[in-house]
C-alpha cells in the first residue's frame, strides 16, 4: 500500500472515532467524485485538493467550536487548527468571534507530531499588516495610528504593529512636550519600513508640509486686498497676533485690534479662536499679509463731533494716568485728556493720581474737540462752581485773615485761607526791617498765621497776602519823627569799604559813607572803627520811598567850627517829610544827586 493510501485509511478511521476533548480531530477533506471513478482516481482527486494550501501563507478558515482554551478552525485541509483563545479577545477581553465566523490564519505547518495543522491567526493579522505598511510604504499612502506612548527620541505608535514617530517628525514646529501627544490618534506616512528587523518609520510633519502646500496653493489664489476672510489665531505676540488664513499666516497688528485701547493682544483673543478679518495689505511674492480687524467696524470719531458738543458734561472711565493728565474712554475709541489744571479750582496737585485712580468713573465737561487730530479735551472742575468768582468779595483789600501755612519756597509762604484757596505771602512782605534769607526763619509749615490782603487778581488765580502789614511801618515811623540836620546816637553794626552802617532804632539803619567819617580822608574804615561801637551821627539824608538814610560824623565837627560863623552845609538840601512825599520832582532830582554822590554806595 502507497503512502498515499496509507492516509487515506488513516483519514477514513480516524472519521469513525470520537473526537478528544478540546483536540481538533483530523478529518478528510470532502471530495465530490464521480461514483464511477476508481480508488486510484478518488485518491488523486483528494491530493489534488491540497496542492494549494503552503506553510506560510496567509488562508481562510471558518470557526467550528469555541471551547474554554481554544478556538477549532477549519482551513480546508485534512485536519482542523487550533488557536488558543487569547489570540480572539479584544483589549477589554471580550471574545471577538462566534462559531461559523470566517476569519484569516497564518499556516505555519500543515502537520504537527499529534497530526493537527498548526495555524496562528494573531500572525495572520501582523502579515497582513506588514504587507498593508509596504504597500502605504510605495505608495506614499496616509495611515492613521494611536501614540501608546514616549520613549527615547520619539513616540511609540501603534499602527497595527508597534512603529517610531521621530521627535522631529511630529509637528512642522519643534515639539518639546512629547508627552502631552500619547493617546492622540495622528494621520502619518510610512517613511521607512524592514520587515525582517522590524522596524517602522512614521512621519506626521510630512503630511502636515504636503497638506499645507496644498492649502496654502488655494489660499493665496483667493486672497486680495480688502476681503473679508475667517482664520484661527495661532501665536499671540506683545505687538499683535499672527492668524491662520489656510496654508498661510497673517499678521493682526495690536493697532489695528480696535479702534480703543489695548494693552495687549492676550486681552481680546487667545489662541485658536477663529475670527473674521480683513486684508489691509498683501504682497504676494512675499507672501506677506497684513489684517485688520477693528476696519469691520465704523470708525468712531467719524461721528464724534456729533455726540461731544462743547460744553456738554459726560462719563468716562480713567483708563491712564500720566504726570500731565487722565486719559478718560468716553466709549471703546474715543478717549479725552483730562490736564492736570482742569481737575479742580483750588488745589495744587502734583499727580493725578492724587485724586483719581485707573478704572474710576468721573463725570467732566467738554472743553475742547478736534475729530481730525482725534483729540478731545475734558475738564473736571468745570462740573463745580468756581469759588475764584467770588473771591473779591469774600477778601477785600487790606482785610485780616487767617490761615494756615501749607509751603515754603525760597520767594515766600503759601497760607490756605479756606480749603483750596492759597494766598502768597512774599519774602518782602515777612518784615518791616529784617532781611529775610529764607520764610522759615519767620513761619514754619503747619503754623497758623494771619495776614493782610494786599491783592486779589480772580482771573489768574492769585492772592497776594502780607504778615508785616499787621504792624506799622517802622521806617514810617522814624521818618515821621526826624528831619535832615538832628544829631541821633546809634550803633555801628557794619563795616564796608565804602563806609559804615549804623542802627538808629530796631531795624532802622542809615549809611555814614566814608567820606562823612572825618575831615580827613579815611582809605579804610576798620582802621578807626569797630562793630558795635556807638556813636552820635548827624542826618544829612532822608530818602523815604528807598528807605535811605544818609549820616555824618564830620558834619559834627563843622557844626562845633560854627563859633567861627561857618557852618557845616549838607550837599543835599534839608527836606521835611512832607517835602520828601510831596513833590515827587523833587524825589526824582534827589535820586539822581545820590546816585552821581553814592556812586560807591552798597544799596
Partial sequence: ?????????????????????????????????????????????????????????????????????????????????????????????????????????????????????????????????????????????????????????????????????????????????????????LRMRVIKVNRRRGNIVLSRKAVLEEEHFKLKETTLKELEQGKVVSGIVKNITDYGAFVDLGGIDGLLHITDMSWGRVNHPADLFKVGDEIEVKILKFERLEEKVSLGYKQLTEDPWLTAMERYVKDARVKAKVVSLTDYGAFVELEEGIEGLIHISEMTWNRRIKHPSKLLSVGDEVESVVLDIDATARRISLGMKQTEPNPWDTIEEKYAINSIVT????????????????????????????????????????????????????????????????????????????????????????????????????????????????????????????????????LDVKIIKLTLLERRIGLSVKALTDDAEGEEGWAYKPEVATASIGDIAGDELGQLKTKVKEATEDGNDES
Avoid at 37 to 42: A, C, D, G, H, P
Avoid at 428 to 443: A, G
Wanted: glycine fraction near 8%; charge should be negative; hydrophobic fraction near 35%.
Fill in 1 to 185: 500500500m502507497s503512502v498515499e493510501e496509507k492516509k487515506v485509511e488513516e483519514a477514513q478511521d480516524a472519521a469513525e472515532v470520537e473526537p478528544r476533548p478540546q483536540e481538533t480531530v483530523a478529518k478528510p477533506p470532502v471530495i465530490e467524485t464521480p461514483k464511477d471513478l476508481n480508488y486510484e482516481e478518488m485518491l488523486e482527486a483528494y491530493n489534488e485538493s491540497f496542492k494549494g494550501i503552503v506553510e506560510g501563507a496567509v488562508v481562510p478558515g471558518t470557526v467550528l467550536k469555541i471551547s474554554e482554551s481554544h478556538v477549532v478552525v477549519d482551513v480546508g485541509f485534512k485536519s482542523e487548527g487550533r488557536i488558543a483563545l487569547s489570540e480572539f479577545r479584544d483589549e477589554e477581553g471580550n471574545l471577538e468571534v462566534k462559531p461559523g465566523d470566517k476569519v484569516d490564519v497564518l499556516l505555519e505547518r500543515t502537520e504537527d507530531r499529534h497530526g493537527y495543522v498548526v495555524v496562528s491567526r494573531q500572525k495572520a493579522e501582523r502579515m497582513k499588516i506588514w504587507d498593508a505598511l509596504e504597500k502605504n510604504y510605495q505608495d506614499q499612502s496616509i495611515i492613521t495610528g494611536r501614540v501608546i506612548e514616549r520613549v527615547k527620541g520619539g513616540l511609540a505608535v501603534d499602527v497595527g504593529v508597534r512603529a517610531f514617530l521621530p521627535g522631529s517628525q511630529v509637528d512642522v514646529q519643534p515639539t518639546r512636550n512629547l508627552d502631552s501627544w500619547c493617546g492622540r490618534e
Fill in 403 to 534: 490761615g494756615q501755612v501749607r509751603n515754603l519756597t525760597d520767594f515766600g509762604a503759601f497760607i490756605e485761607v479756606e480749603e483750596g484757596i492759597e494766598g502768597l505771602v512774599h519774602i518782602s512782605d515777612l518784615s518791616w526791617t529784617k532781611k529775610i534769607q529764607h520764610p522759615s526763619e519767620v513761619v514754619q509749615k503747619g503754623d497758623e498765621v494771619n495776614a493782610v490782603v494786599l491783592n486779589v487778581d480772580a482771573e489768574n488765580q492769585r492772592l497776594s497776602l502780607g504778615i508785616k502789614q499787621l504792624e506799622p511801618d517802622k521806617w514810617e515811623e522814624f521818618f515821621s519823627q526826624h528831619q535832615i540836620g538832628d544829631v541821633v546816637h546809634g550803633k555801628i553794626v557794619r563795616l564796608t569799604s565804602f563806609g559804615v552802617f549804623v542802627e538808629l532804632s530796631e531795624g532802622i539803619e542809615g549809611l555814614c559813607h566814608v567820606s562823612e567819617l572825618a575831615d580827613s580822608h579815611i582809605d579804610n574804615p576798620e582802621d578807626h572803627f569797630e562793630v558795635d561801637q556807638e
